[in-house]
């Protein structure tokens, strides 16, 4: 898999883009920007389209996190965030 492509796949879904928009904007096939999605699911421990926004709300975190350096890290039980502390 490239790494590269699969952040940039992440980076669009946090911006909100939809799968198509991401194809037209990485110039990919539809299937390729569903195979890096699914990695992406099964990643954070996610395995049904019900699980889309929660996908979303996940990368978020992360990014939210990366951004502001925290020191303790979000604890995840079956894929969940469970707690996270962000310094100041």
């Known amino acids: 898999m490239n ?5 940039r796949v992440k980076a669009l879904l ?4 939809s ?8 110039h990919l096939s539809r299937s ?3 195979f890096h999605i699914r ?5 954070h421990g996610l395995y049904s389209h019900a699980d889309s926004r ?3 709300v996940l990368l978020v ?18 894929g969940q965030l ?3 502390s962000f310094s100041d």
């Open 3 to 7: 790494g590269e492509t699969e952040r």
């Open 14 to 17: 946090i911006e909100g883009l």
């Open 19 to 26: 799968n198509k928009e991401i194809c037209e904007r990485l």
């Open 32 to 34: 390729g920007v569903n």
């Open 39 to 43: 990695a992406l699911f099964r990643k």
């Open 54 to 56: 929660r996908l979303v």
């Open 61 to 78: 975190t992360e990014k939210l996190q990366q951004e502001m350096g925290t020191h303790d890290k979000a604890e995840r039980r079956n």
């Open 82 to 84: 469970v707690h996270a």
